[in-house]
């Protein structure tokens, strides 16, 4: 039995994306900047780079564990789990949720992400008022929202993020997604030969790295938005800084935009592939 008509037709508008993806074009400003961001940075000593990415990794599988095991995470997963059983009552774990359809997951999805997006709008606002520690704390609150929007919209679409290979995948999908279109679709390949060469999804046994030096854009983007912020925080109206407020909160929107289409579709990819599967056997 095939995937369903209305399967087909998001596995299909999956495809044409991933099909956009793959063939994206840098321009030549894009590239000039991706060199000169990689020759600044390789200045610094070998040992210097490497421990640099290392501490960031550790950051964010720290990070990562704090969320998955926080009391927040576990209320958020049985909303998950009440919100499925309004369609199917016999639901118990999260594995139970790929016995729903397509577009029971996508509501349920599209809650939560609609969600993580205007928290994203409320944190960037509240940075743009230019507060020393409001700023310090955009990027690390940014991470949290980030990280805790792809593992809800992997567990809506039936997959645990506490096993070895779903926390390593969870943060690759992340990492990807903060990525600048002509490097995501590098990582995009790389996601789906993992996926392709893991027959039990328990164990990790790929590369273990996350971060390296194409990623050093996304966080030199967020300290330009912080110079930025602290440029026009003095442009105030009745004494609040609407245009650094507005900078603020239009950024952080945009990157959890990225960050949730980017992951909506993987997950969305691997529910209908297992059900492909499962329909050939």
Do not use: C
């Amino acid at each position: 039995m095939p995937l369903t008509e209305r399967e087909t037709v998001v596995m299909n508008e999956i495809r044409s994306w991933e099909k956009n993806l793959l063939n994206y074009e840098a321009n030549d400003f894009q590239l000039l900047y991706e060199k000169y961001l990689e020759r600044s940075f390789s200045l610094l000593p070998e040992k210097v780079q490497r421990q640099f990415f290392y501490l960031i990794d550790g950051w964010l599988f720290h990070l990562y564990s704090i969320i998955q095991g926080s009391q927040l995470q576990m209320d958020a997963k049985e909303r998950i789990l009440t919100s499925g059983r309004i369609f199917r009552k016999d639901i118990e774990k999260i594995a139970d949720l790929r016995q729903l359809d397509i577009d029971q997951l996508q509501y349920i999805a599209e809650q939560q992400i609609s969600k993580h997006r205007l928290y994203s709008f409320a944190q960037g606002g509240l940075s743009g008022t230019g507060g020393t520690l409001l700023l310090g704390a955009d990027i690390p609150a940014m991470a949290v929202i980030n990280l805790r929007v792809v593992q809800l919209i992997a567990m809506t679409y039936g997959f645990e993020v506490n096993t070895p290979f779903e926390m390593m995948t969870s943060l690759k999908v992340f990492h990807t997604a903060t990525l600048p279109p002509r490097i995501q679709k590098e990582g995009w390949a790389s996601l789906m030969i993992e996926l392709e060469a893991h027959e039990e999804l328990y164990f990790y046994e790929g590369n273990e790295k996350i971060t390296d030096i194409t990623w050093l854009e996304q966080p030199v983007q967020q300290l330009f938005k912080a110079m930025v912020i602290m440029l026009f925080r003095k442009r105030a109206i009745q004494g609040i800084p609407l245009v650094s407020m507005a900078i603020g909160a239009g950024t952080n929107y945009q990157l959890t935009r990225k960050v949730t289409d980017f992951a909506h579709k993987y997950y969305q990819l691997r529910y209908l592939k297992e059900k492909e599967e499962s329909y050939d056997e």
